[in-house]
């Protein structure tokens, strides 16, 4: 479960970082649709971000005393 996390943090991580490369595009283009489209996304990526690493902080001392 805990690589599991880890997996999808990283996942996260990957479209936050796309959507700030598509808010440039979108900035650039001056197309204020997608601008707020891409705010939303990214918003709701943040979310997602913060109760992954909110699980795996609270999965992690678990998996790893317990592995000893």
């Known amino acids: 479960m805990l690589r599991d996390l880890q997996d999808l943090l990283l ?3 990957l479209v936050d970082c796309s ?3 598509v808010c440039q595009a979108a900035q650039a283009l001056h197309d204020h649709e997608l601008i707020a489209v891409v705010a939303a996304c990214q918003a709701e990526t943040k979310v997602q971000q913060g109760w992954l690493t909110t699980q795996l902080k609270a999965a992690a001392p678990q998996a790893l005393l317990v592995a000893k």
Do not use: G, R, S
Request: proline share 0%; charged share 0%.
């Open 19 to 21: 959507w700030t490369a």
């Open 11 to 13: 996942l996260a991580t």
